[in-house]
């Protein structure tokens, strides 16, 4: 828990990871006026730190203790504490009364078969408001199956690899309607090249280098999902 961003998202790759992820859940929160949001699987706070401040009040729900402690030791540091709510829970069982204009949760649907994703869907769609909005990651199923057919041993945790059409489908199933896919991490390969051979000597060069490639388009390595509640 307590290295999980620094492991994660601190390198010039995760970096541009994490600010995609923010940009696009930023720009939900402006362009619906968002007031009170509901982050499932936050961790340790690593988006909630960047989103909390446009918010009035946020919500935090994890299944770790460990995590939602460093999340708020995270966000007390920043002096965002006041404005979230910790609850320890069960995203299968969202078991709340409050209703919110946005839900988000990143590193956690995608790690599911699409039964339990289904699950999860409905229990997020059950805590929204009317017209409310959902943000989640999704794997490229095209490009990732290259890419775990080239190198198995570096997959150790399951991904759900899935096309557009099959994320369009399983959320209609469930009352959801897909507003966007935004493609994040394009050309994937080169970008890692970059990782390599450069970050740990010269992070900033590394950073401007991926965002340059990241920029040609192609297939992207993930989406950010963003979803309305029909």
């Excluded at 939602?68 to 969202?94: C, I, P, T, W």
């Excluded at 394009?186 to 890692?192: A, F, I, N, Q, S």
């Amino acid at each position: 828990a307590k290295d999980y961003v620094a492991n994660r998202f601190v390198s010039p790759l995760g970096a541009m990871l994490h600010d995609r992820q923010v940009r696009e859940v930023h720009k939900v929160v402006r362009q619906q006026a968002i007031r009170r949001a509901l982050e499932v699987a936050p961790g340790p706070a690593r988006l909630t730190v960047d989103v909390a401040p446009l918010l009035e009040e946020i919500t935090l729900l994890d299944a770790s203790p460990q995590m939602l402690d460093e999340a708020r030791q995270r966000l007390s540091a920043r002096g965002l504490d006041s404005r979230a709510k910790f609850v320890e829970g069960d995203a299968f069982n969202l078991s709340l009364s409050e209703r919110f204009g946005l839900v988000y949760s990143f590193r956690l649907i995608r790690h599911f078969e699409r039964e339990d994703r289904i699950k999860l869907y409905r229990q997020m769609l059950s805590v929204l408001s009317p017209g409310g909005w959902l943000v989640f990651d999704a794997v490229n199923g095209v490009v990732s199956a290259r890419l775990r057919a080239a190198n198995p041993g570096d997959y150790a945790h399951f991904d759900a690899m899935l096309r557009p059409d099959e994320l369009r489908e399983e959320l209609r199933e469930v009352g959801l309607e897909l507003v966007r896919l935004v493609g994040v991490q394009y050309r994937y390969t080169v970008l890692m090249q970059c990782q390599r051979h450069l970050a740990f000597r010269l992070p900033a060069v590394a950073r401007m280098a991926m965002e340059v490639v990241d920029r040609l388009g192609g297939e992207p390595l993930e989406w950010v999902v963003v979803c309305r509640r029909a």
